[in-house]
């Protein structure tokens, strides 16, 4: 999702609430800590040189179980952000702390944000050495050609 997207959803919104990937919610006294631009200037294990840049939100808990995060407090804090910052529209990437600070993308199901699992992945595979992923294929929607050897044909 970018930066415009959840924009959007804010101003349709009476409360905010995220979602794990498992489906159990962020507890609703969570405080977005940080709103920013993250840079990733780096060289793939093909050479290449990248660069990547997202918009990363913080969520963080506390005990202050009164505290509730307004979708137009959020709102204003993106203002800011894009203003001080020159944010631009780029994808987000949300961490929040379970056991270990995770990354998630963002999505919206209409209700809830939601918080999907990123994965990781080669991006020189070309480059690497990783097969390219065979198409599956069934044996029945095979068809016989001239080169093909059958029971009997003595080819075997």
């Not at 800590?33 to 290449?48: L, M, N, P």
């Not at 270990?100 to 809830?112: E, M, P, V």
Request: with cysteine; aromatic share 6%.
């Amino acid at each position: 999702m970018k930066l415009s997207e959840i924009k959007k959803h804010l101003n349709t919104l009476e409360t905010i609430s995220f979602k794990l990937p498992s489906g159990q919610l962020v507890p609703e006294h969570f405080h977005v800590t940080e709103v920013g631009r993250v840079s990733k200037h780096f060289i793939d294990c093909g050479g290449t040189e990248r660069k990547e840049d997202k918009i990363n939100f913080q969520l963080w808990e506390a005990d202050d179980y009164n505290h509730r995060l307004h979708p137009e407090k959020l709102l204003a804090i993106i203002e800011l952000c894009e203003k001080r910052l020159g944010l631009e529209d780029l994808e987000i990437e949300v961490e929040y702390q379970g056991e270990t600070i995770g990354k998630y993308a963002l999505a919206f199901d209409g209700t809830s944000f939601l918080l999907t699992s990123t994965l990781t992945d080669c991006l020189a595979k070309d480059a690497c050495g990783i097969p390219q992923e065979k198409p599956k294929l069934r044996l029945s929607d095979l068809q016989k050609s001239e080169n093909s050897c059958v029971p009997g044909s003595g080819c075997c």
